[in-house]
């Protein structure tokens, strides 16, 4: 085979084409690679000294509504929250800190529910936070990447988070890792890092 029509298949899959292994086999190779885990991103950031800028606000707003947020991990001086959306200049939040009796289900499930949806302004949450994501494919990762570009595109100077892409890399004349070419990082005791 060359490579061209080896190029994107599993080395399960190229494996059972090269054998004369049957399509069930390739079959079940594409399966396996269908059911791989997704991507859980957690993006730390700190935007502020004691309060967010707000130059950020915007983006925070923004985030919240992407197809791949689970939402941003922060909280308040003194408390611990979980954002999962936004309304106008709030967000909505969860309290995880509220402990409750356990109750028999179904009759006390109301009492998991709030009968009011909770918010906060936005310029009141504390600015050391982590910003989550979740791809469950790497058409989403693209998505997402794409909608992070637009996002730091429009930020006119404070992107909330940027993302580097090869091209960028190749541009600088550096390898993924940030090393110019031919070189490596050197530890603590001027040897090679791995």
Known sequence: HTSST????SRQQEAASCSGGSSSSAAESQQQAQQQPGLLLLVPL???VGRVDERYLPQLAAVLTFPQSVGIVGGRPGASLYFLGAQGSSVLYLDPHEVQEAVELPEGAATYHCSTPRLMPLTSIDPSLAIGFY??????????CSRLQQAAQQAAGAPLMTIDTGEAAQQRGTTGSGAREGEQYKDADGGAAE
């Open 6 to 9: 080896t190029a994107g298949l």
């Open 46 to 48: 700190t935007l502020g």
């Open 135 to 144: 791809c469950g494919s790497a058409s989403d990762v693209d998505d997402l």
